[in-house]
């Protein structure tokens, strides 16, 4: 389970959004965003073989998806990307839509990092 | 909440969907979730659930159509469907609502704003049970009058132009407000209610009862009362009851404490029963009933004046008295057309009259 780490997380996500839509239970708010990291991580590998097989409809749903997912995780960024790229999408073009995916994808790398380093030792 | 509701999530996002689903649990809902509409579709045919939160944009189904698949069903108990889009689908508001959907919620919603949405939602259902019990318990009565005219429809008119009239009187203004008005439109309807407790050979007798006759009719005060009573100890929240079981207590119950079932005197007599009282009492004066011709207006007002203070509460029939042409109005519009002269059907008048009991 994500332990949630203040020091690095802020940036990423907003913890003070994600602990109030989390009712301030800290076991809740890490259950989501190991839950977000998961579904997160598997829709942008499903949206860049979307865009491999050049299926528009399917990239636009799962950006749409994700967008509405990094919203409920407090993930502003990342939900700004993912918002950017559906918008995109809508217009129908794959190629014009593809740099919106590169960055979702690099936003996206700052969020793992974030999640996976270890949390700062605070001095005594 | 007395019985956990349960709420049916319509999420194609494992993220979202835990979100809703963590956050109800929280508040007390019973949750089950479906991740798209057509799963949601059948979960709602068991019918289980009367509170839907679904995402507007789902594989196989989208929210809207969901919607209108309900709708269209036209499912015994009503439910009511929260769409919930990301902040910019906003321009979905219109074609979901076309659709049929109750209300909106926007990604990312605050918990509480949800919960205070839920609440709406609740409120909603509820009432809506409250009018299909109070109409259903009208029938009731009705079943049991010997008009099957408008009556019902005539004494809700009645008492909500006297409790609009004294809504108005500063003495009033704190008793009578606007849900008051509105539940005594909705319940005064009940007065006779008790009546289903009578026997046919009393209830639908066509000349005078018998002193014992008479005292076997008077019971449908208590009967009713008793019966409303009952359920309002059950649901001690719920003012439309207790008011509901107020009127078949009192509705014959006189300003001087000579009326039944108790004797209760002045202002004793819960307000909504004085003003059923006079209601039913004009009612009866202008009706045609099977032993009886319809009197007319200006007889039945004089017999409201001469019970001022003794029959009725002085200030109700003031009320009446400053709101007279819409009495009238009401009487023609609803079919009980007051006639200028009394031509009674039966060839001596009934001891008692049933009509006023
Ligand atoms: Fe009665």
């Keep these: ?124 | 909440m007395s019985e956990q509701m349960r709420v049916l999530v319509v999420e194609d996002d494992c993220v979202s969907s835990e979100f809703l689903s963590a956050t109800l649990t929280c508040y007390g809902y019973a949750v089950t979730t479906a991740s798209n509409g057509r799963e949601a579709l059948e979960l709602l045919r068991s019918g289980q659930y009367r509170i839907v939160v679904s995402d507007w944009e789902m594989p196989e189904m989208n929210g809207d159509e969901l919607c209108r698949q309900v709708r269209a069903r036209e499912w015994n108990a009503y439910v009511y469907i929260m769409l919930v889009t990301l902040f910019d689908g906003i321009d979905h508001v219109v074609e979901g609502l076309r659709a049929g959907a109750d209300d909106f919620l926007s990604k990312p919603y605050h918990p509480e704003e949800l919960r205070v949405r839920l609440r709406t939602a609740e409120r909603i259902l509820s009432l809506e049970s409250r009018d299909v019990l109070l109409f259903a318990m009208a029938k009731l009565t009705e079943s049991r009058d010997n008009d099957t005219g408008m009556h019902l429809d005539r004494i809700r008119e009645y008492c909500r132009i006297l409790a609009q009239e004294l809504s108005a009187w500063p003495e009033y203004h704190d008793e009578i407000d606007g849900e008051y008005i509105q539940l005594l439109y909705l319940t005064s309807p009940l007065h006779d209610i008790g009546k289903v407790g009578i026997p046919d050979s009393v209830l639908l007798k066509p000349g005078p009862l018998t002193p014992e006759e008479f005292e076997v009719m008077k019971q449908h005060t208590t009967i009713g009362g008793e019966t409303l009573q009952a359920v309002t100890m059950a649901h001690p929240e719920a003012r439309y009851l207790s008011m509901a079981r107020d009127i078949a207590f009192t509705h014959h119950e006189r300003w001087d404490g000579s009326g039944y079932p108790f004797g209760l005197r002045e202002r004793e007599i819960p307000l909504c029963g004085r003003l059923t009282a006079l209601a039913d009492v004009y009612d009866a004066l202008t009706s045609r009933r099977i032993y009886k011709a319809k009197m007319g207006h200006a007889q039945a007002r004089q017999i409201i004046f001469d019970g001022s203070g003794s029959h009725f509460d002085p200030d109700v029939v003031e009320a009446f008295r400053r709101r007279e042409d819409e009495f009238t109005r009401v009487a023609n519009l609803l079919n009980a057309s007051p006639e200028a002269t009394a031509a009674p059907l039966a060839a001596a008048p009934p001891a008692v009259q049933p009509a006023l009991v």
């Design chain 1, 1 to 124: 389970m994500a332990k949630i780490d203040a020091a690095n997380l802020s940036g990423v996500i907003d913890l003070n959004e994600l602990m109030t839509r989390c009712l301030n239970n800290l076991e809740f708010a890490e259950r989501m965003l190991t839950l977000f990291e998961n579904r997160c991580g598997d829709d942008l590998t499903e949206l860049e073989r979307a865009f491999e097989q050049g299926d528009v409809e399917k990239a636009r749903r799962v950006s749409h998806r994700f967008a509405g997912a990094s919203a409920n995780a407090a993930a502003g960024r990342l939900h700004g990307r993912a918002t950017e790229l559906r918008n995109d999408l809508r217009e129908g073009s794959l190629d014009a839509a593809r740099p919106r995916l590169h960055e979702l994808r690099q936003e996206w790398q700052r969020f793992t990092e974030a999640m996976s380093s270890p949390p700062l030792v605070r001095q005594a």
